[in-house]
């Protein structure tokens, strides 16, 4: 690998996360999303009542 190349540090860490760490982003990720699919719904209704 090239070390010249540049990685932003947010989008590329340089440490690994733990397990539990990671159970825990997939846990928020599958909360957001059926949260977003409750929501998606509501949205189209209103724009097409409009």
């Not at 989008?11 to 982003?25: R, Y």
């Not at 909360?31 to 409750?38: P, S, Y």
Request: proline share 4%; with cysteine.
């Amino acid at each position: 690998m090239n070390d010249a190349v540049w990685h932003n540090e947010a989008m590329h860490p340089k440490d690994a996360c733990t397990l539990e760490e990671a159970k825990d982003v997939l846990r928020q990720t599958k909360m957001f999303v059926e949260n977003l699919a409750k929501t998606l719904p509501l949205i189209s209704l209103t724009q097409s009542v409009m």
